[in-house]
């Protein structure tokens, strides 16, 4: 749920099994939640330091293109602006315009537990530019010295448009599989719908600084028709910020 508007072939069963076997896995992982996720980890970007998360997810009648940069401008605020463009009917425009702060009240540690709190805006263009709100509380659990973390959000979004609350809410999982691979998986909702998941791998091209992830997901217990793919791309350069 880190883009709270975000909308995510396999069965509901399927997916809860997954995720299960991923969580009671005890291979050896080091600690980073960011893409391909939507819970998001109770982590931000090194002080004085930025990165950009960037992303395609095919779904059945669109394309949608991620860009989401954001920095640590304090030490302990990490600002993020961006948002996506969809292709859809053979026409482009701008869907999601993602502005947002995070801040962290425990960080985690190997071992340990962390708590952090996200505040953000989704405006949407093509919808005459509605904007919702959202505020979610991002935990997560480190185990095994790093090597299996879980992830749980808990938040709200404000519907702009009518006015009404709902809650939000994911549960994810990452767990080292080789020295620069890691498997990926959880299950998140929003309001009374069906919840979704997805299922990938992260892997670090060149280690904490350029990382390769690709997901499959779909809506919990039902047809293809909400399946999709994603391809993400996440850069980490070295602080350079005064």
Not at 62 to 84: D, H, K, R, Y
Not at 90 to 102: D, F, M, P
Request: charged content about 20%; hydrophobic content about 40%.
């Amino acid at each position: 749920m880190r883009q709270a508007a975000a909308r995510a072939s396999h069965k509901g069963l399927f997916a809860t099994t997954a995720l299960a076997a991923a969580i009671g896995l005890a291979v050896p992982a080091a600690a980073n939640a960011a893409r391909p996720l939507n819970t998001d980890d109770a982590r931000i970007v090194d002080a004085k330091a930025c990165q950009l998360e960037s992303w395609v997810r095919s779904n059945r009648d669109s394309t949608e293109f991620w860009a989401l940069p954001g920095c640590n401008v304090t030490g302990n605020l990490e600002l993020s602006i961006g948002g996506a463009r969809t292709r859809a009917a053979g026409e482009l425009a701008t869907t999601n315009v993602i502005v947002q702060g995070k801040t962290l009240f425990r960080q985690l540690r190997p071992n340990d537990w962390g708590l952090g709190m996200v505040a953000g805006s989704n405006r949407h263009p093509d919808e005459t530019g509605r904007r919702d709100w959202y505020l979610y509380l991002p935990l997560s659990v480190s185990m095994r010295d790093d090597r299996w973390v879980v992830h749980t959000n808990l938040g709200v979004i404000h519907d702009q448009v009518t006015h009404h609350q709902r809650g939000t809410w994911g549960v994810g999982t990452e767990v080292k599989l080789l020295e620069r691979t890691f498997f990926v998986g959880e299950v998140f909702g929003e309001g009374t719908q069906r919840p979704l998941f997805q299922l990938g791998l992260r892997f670090w091209a060149i280690p904490d600084r350029l990382q390769i992830d690709s997901t499959i997901g779909n809506r919990v217990g039902t047809d293809t028709s909400e399946r999709f793919l994603s391809i993400g791309l996440r850069w980490l350069p070295p602080a350079f910020l005064p």
